[in-house]
């Protein structure tokens, strides 16, 4: 499970653990300390996600990029700190998905994160709108069709606490 600490990946990780117990397969999760934003917040994301994976007894690994490396990344590839970042994560969390033989690799994207995409494309003038997958290869996003709204609901109804992600507003 690639786990930032916002409410989306929370939710997604607390369904893992509660299948996983069910259907009996193991669990992992990661997440990745970019530092691009402020130090204070970063860290405090990812402390969050290592107490969470303690609290659900779900062995943890942190991937930390030191200061300045993704802006360095951005320049090599010219397509901003954004793109930069998703490509480091990515990297990051099929390498872990390799050393532990893992069959699959959650991520948190939901239906507003493909609406999104979807206006995104459109309006870079893309005529094949397709969006985010729902799986790739190992990849697989179990929220794709389940709206932010429906996500904070389940947050609130089984009282799960999760960061706030300062760049999320922009």
């Not at 117990?21 to 994301?45: A, M, Y």
């Not at 007894?57 to 320049?75: A, L, M, R, T, W």
């Not at 872990?96 to 003038?125: M, P, R, S, V």
């Not at 109804?157 to 999760?162: H, I, P, T």
Request: charged share 30%.
């Amino acid at each position: 499970a690639c786990v930032s600490g916002g409410v989306d990946s929370v939710v997604m990780f607390h369904l893992l653990k509660k299948y996983s117990l069910e259907l009996g397969f193991n669990l992992f999760c990661i997440t990745v300390n970019h530092n691009i934003r402020e130090k204070k917040e970063s860290s405090r994301d990812a402390e969050f996600v290592k107490t969470l994976s303690k609290k659900l007894d779900v062995p943890f690994f942190e991937k930390v990029y030191e200061e300045n490396f993704i802006s360095s990344i951005e320049k090599q590839r010219k397509n901003g700190i954004e793109e930069a970042a998703r490509f480091c994560r990515y990297k990051a969390i099929e390498e872990y998905a390799e050393k532990i033989q893992a069959d699959c690799i959650c991520f948190a994207h939901n239906k507003n994160d493909q609406l999104e995409t979807l206006l995104q494309q459109f309006f870079q003038g893309s005529i094949f709108n397709c969006g985010i997958p729902i799986s790739r290869n190992k990849i697989f996003r179990p929220l794709l069709n389940i709206s932010r709204k429906e996500i904070e609901k389940y947050a609130k109804e089984n009282d799960l606490s999760y960061c706030l992600d300062s760049t999320n507003l922009e």
